[in-house]
Nanobody
Framework: QVQLVESGGGLVQFGGSLRLSCAASGLSFSSYGMGWFRQAPGKNREFVATISRCGGNTNYADSVKGRFIISRDNANNTVYLQMNSLRPEDTAVYYC?????????????????WGQGTQVTVSS
């Protein structure tokens, strides 16, 4: 059974940093591209970042480019999201997801497996 378990969320002040982790099990981790999405109250789930299977290629939403960094550790089946210079508008539940698709990687439809999410709250 595939499991993606996010951790590292919490409450942080404006301008602060957090690092989210997502531990994967039940799948051949290095065979999947990974992504982070987020959903704020009353809004649709939106793409944040994605990383290729080997970690050599990354892509970010414009809203987080230059502030967030996605990385992965295939030896430990974990993907990370380092979030810096956090803003109140980054407040959301953050989800990690796994995809076998190589196309439309910024869309939720490309992702097969999803975690339960971790809450990130940024105070102003």
């Amino acid at each position: 059974q595939v499991q993606l378990v996010e951790s590292g969320g919490g409450l942080v002040q404006f301008g602060g940093s957090l690092r989210l982790s997502c531990a994967a099990s039940g799948l051949s981790f290095s065979s999947y591209g990974m992504g982070w999405f987020r959903q704020a109250p009353g809004k649709n789930r939106e793409f944040v970042a994605t990383i290729s299977r080997c970690g050599g290629n990354t892509n970010y939403a414009d809203s987080v480019k230059g502030r967030f960094i996605i990385s992965r550790d295939n030896a430990n089946n974990t993907v990370y999201l380092q979030m810096n210079s956090l803003r109140p508008e980054d407040t959301a539940v953050y989800y990690c997801a796994a995809r076998s698709s190589l196309v439309r990687t910024t869309t939720a439809e490309a992702y097969k497996y999803w975690g339960q999410g971790t809450q990130v709250t940024v105070s102003s």
